[in-house]
């Protein structure tokens, strides 16, 4: 999809969106598709030449995408993709480790055959996505596989803050090591993860979703 089509999808999706929404949706779709790489400086004059936009709501789409974790700005107030070292990254997967794991342990009980359906069907989407060699993808149904758990689990504060931080947990989960061995270890976990909520397994969904951070912080 080109910058225009993006632009005119996110237009046609949201009518009244504002100037710097509409920046910070179309940078961030670059940050996670990797089109703006690790230590890339973002330049407000282009952007605002593409936009035709003064510096103003270029600006705030910045900042709000730095405040977010996804850029870092220097001293002279540039701002530049940030690299994930291996401390912020280890922060990132392990709050999302404690959110995956109360959610699943919330839901465990409660999930409906209809929500089971879905995780399966989701399952069978990021196998497909694998074989398609489509990582952007597979993420996609990664997280929207967490999601569907948090939303069994019936708690407004844990779907709203994963909710809040699912494009970071994308970003960071989609680094340069990202590569076929690790989303066939990330695959199999949630094929795990799967059975065991299906199964009403507590003790075996926890070791899954400690299993699936392992993958991620080790590798």
Known sequence: MTRKELIAQIQSDSPFISNQELVYEVVLSDLLSHTLKGGEKISQGKLGSEFNLSRGPIKIALERLEKEGFLVKNE???FFVREPDPYFMGNIYTFKRQLDLLATSQAIY???KEKLELLHQN???MCEALQAS???KFQECDMEFHLIIVQ???NPLLKETYQRYQNLFRFVALGNAMDSHLLKRLLHQHQRIYTAIKNRNSEAAEAAVDAHYSSLMLF
Request: glycine fraction near 6%; charge should be negative; charged fraction near 35%.
């Open 76 to 78: 002279d107030g540039s």
């Open 110 to 112: 409660d999930i409906s």
């Open 123 to 125: 399952v069978k989407d």
């Open 134 to 136: 489509d990582y952007l």
């Open 152 to 154: 069994v689990a019936h």
